[in-house]
């Protein structure tokens, strides 16, 4: 490797939002996030679930359709 043409590689400390302080190496040197795997509702479990009950029934008000029909052949035959 050519001498002088890298940047330097340093300790680094990164703290979250949360109080969370990770330690590793950067060429950055310490900064802050917002968010970490501490707090992050993906890791915590602490996930809230978006309610999806209503989205078709929604949709179809808004653009005026009907009704879909059940699956499996239960509509009825045509002329």
Do not use: W
């Amino acid at each position: 490797m050519k001498k002088g043409i890298h940047p330097d590689y340093k300790p680094a400390r990164i703290m979250c939002a949360c109080g969370a302080a990770h330690e590793t190496f950067s060429t950055r040197g310490d900064f802050q996030v917002e968010i970490c795997s501490n707090c992050h509702p993906f890791f915590t479990g602490k996930q809230k679930l978006m309610d999806t009950a209503g989205r078709v029934e929604r949709f179809q008000r808004k653009y005026g359709r009907g009704p879909i029909a059940p699956a499996g052949g239960d509509a009825p035959a045509g002329k």
